[in-house]
């Protein structure tokens, strides 16, 4: 392995250099089948063809203009993302999940700030969540790992055991809490969906309280479960969504969506960002959006993370202990250690994710064929049954 990155990563001994559809190929010339798409990035696969269109045509066009002017694809892009967003009026563009997060937790201080003064600034995220890796959003990640070596963090995080509607009453207090913000589906601790009864309860005492209701869509957004928003499938209304990762493809983006309560909360002046809504990055966005936010697009994630789900379920494997998920966002406990499994899949041709110490990810690309489900999951059968 290159020895010129720092090493914050624990990375498998490969090197690719070509990806098509759901493969990737290495430099020797061996091909892998893309169970990944890099972290839930790639939603449409590796060398999409109207996604090479447009990233190239916008190239050839412009590639970037600062924020003191517009450019025509960008508000295109944030036109349709906006409307994608049932309930969200405004968006603010920048490049990264972690960005999108901090301006989520900067909206909820100044709404609360404008609207009842100093104090109440606190914000509520979950135990075992994971917001993102700069100083604010390790702060708001709930989980003690994190919070090694990197202090002092930025104040005013709280957090509480996920499923404890309880706890949650005593956490979201008026007078110091100015927002929530929750993963519908805790991506990295381990494809954990968030019970409809806690959600319903969340909703209910931010509304009442004037507690902004943020949803941390950054992996589970766009289509990933099967609706354009994970938190469709509860039936609440957020007034803060944040999107990354697969919104455009695979060019780095980030969005703050804001609905009636906060959409006019910062005001000019108050958060910026040079790439924010990069042409580039909105032309892809487009095409992903385009291409997504449409029922049977939608109905085939459902489908084919149904079809993942039940073959997994239906080998009644001695080494699976669970199988969740939705969509194409899918967790499989395992009882032996899942990064021996990753390595293991990765000899056999199969890319696979873990999320904790004992659970393997999938967070396929969504345009991968019934055919080359099969074929993963028969590598991966192999996988468990000989690792
Ligand atoms: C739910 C969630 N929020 C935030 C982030 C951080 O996103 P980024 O790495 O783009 O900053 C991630 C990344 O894994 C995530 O899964």
């Known amino acids: 392995m290159a020895d010129v990155f720092m090493h914050t990563y624990h990375r498998l001994p490969v090197t690719f250099v070509k990806g098509e559809g759901a493969w990737l190929t290495d430099v020797p010339g061996k091909r892998y089948l893309d169970f990944t798409a890099g972290i839930a990035v790639n939603c449409l696969g590796h060398g999409y063809p109207a996604l090479v269109k447009a990233i190239t045509e916008q190239a050839a066009r412009f590639n970037h203009v600062c924020n003191y002017y ?17 309930g969200m009026r405004k968006v603010f563009l920048g490049n990264s999940g972690a960005e999108a997060n901090e301006g989520a937790c900067k909206i909820a201080r100044k709404y609360s700030l404008k609207k009842y003064g100093p104090g109440r600034h606190r914000i509520v995220t979950l135990k075992g969540s994971f917001h993102g890796r700069t100083i604010t959003t390790l702060s708001a ?3 003690e ?4 070596d990197f202090g002092p963090f930025t104040e005013g995080f709280l957090f509480v055991p996920p499923r404890d509607v309880a706890a949650l009453d005593r956490a979201l207090d008026p007078s ?10 805790q991506g990295e601790s381990g494809i954990l969906p968030q019970e409809q009864a806690y959600i319903d309860a969340a909703a209910r005492f931010c509304a009442e309280r004037d507690i902004l209701l943020m949803f941390d869509e950054v992996q589970c957004g766009v289509g990933r479960t099967g609706t354009f928003l994970a938190c469709e499938a509860y039936g609440i209304q957020p007034d803060v969504v944040t999107l990354a990762k697969g919104l455009s493809g695979g060019v780095p983006v980030g969005a703050v969506l804001a609905g009636e309560k906060a959409a006019d909360v910062f005001e000019t002046g108050d958060h910026g960002s040079t790439f924010g809504g990069n042409p580039l990055a909105a032309a892809a966005g487009l095409v992903v959006l385009q291409t997504v936010n449409n029922p049977l697009f939608l109905k085939e994630i459902v489908l084919k993370g149904e079809k993942i789900q039940t073959a997994l379920t239906s080998w009644n494997h001695p080494a699976i202990k669970d199988v969740r998920g939705r969509g194409l966002m899918i967790g499989v406990d395992i009882t032996t250690e899942a990064w021996s499994m990753l390595e293991a899949a990765l000899a056999k041709g199969l890319l696979i994710l873990s999320a904790g110490p004992n659970t393997l990810r999938f967070l396929p690309p969504y345009t991968i064929t019934d055919a080359e489900i099969d074929q993963g999951l028969g590598i991966l059968k192999g996988v468990l049954d000989s690792p």
Do not use: N, P, W
């Open 176 to 185: 110091s809490v100015a927002g929530l913000l929750i993963e519908a589906i």
């Open 145 to 148: 790992k994190f919070h090694r």
């Open 70 to 86: 517009q450019s025509d694809v960008s508000v295109a892009f944030a036109e349709r993302l906006v409307a994608a967003c049932a």
């Open 141 to 143: 990640t709930g989980q």
